[in-house]
């Protein structure tokens, strides 16, 4: 599709439980992403993200996150929130061991994929 970016409306689909905007050219999420509270897979894979908003620890009900193929070195800070986080899938990342340690060490209950 092209999308160069997630627009911030999108976020008011407070029901939305799936969104994949695989292979486009999103360079960034917008803080509202915290609104999408139902959510449980977000697949971004294929896109040009370097980080990650803080807000998007407050998705309580994530269970997929899919972040494969970005330009990502670091996860936001407060990582640890994401309780509910089953798998994290980070493979083709530019993230350093130390970072990946730091991940692993935060979401102990989840599968973590580099």
């Known amino acids: 599709n092209q999308l160069r970016a997630m627009e911030a409306a999108w976020c008011r689909l407070v ?18 992403i915290k609104n999408l ?8 894979t294929g896109n040009q993200l370097q980080e990650l908003p803080e807000q998007i620890t407050r998705l309580s009900n994530l269970e997929l ?10 996860m936001p800070e407060r990582l640890g929130r994401m309780t509910g986080l089953h798998t994290l899938i980070l493979t083709g990342n530019p993230i350093p061991a130390e970072e990946q340690a730091r991940i692993r060490r935060l979401l102990p209950g989840s599968h973590v994929y580099f």
């Open 15 to 32: 029901n939305l439980q799936e969104l994949n905007l695989e292979f486009n050219f999103i360079s960034r999420l917008p803080r509202e």
């Open 37 to 44: 509270n139902a959510l449980k897979t977000l697949i971004l």
């Open 65 to 74: 996150l899919v972040l494969s193929d970005n330009q990502i070195r670091r």
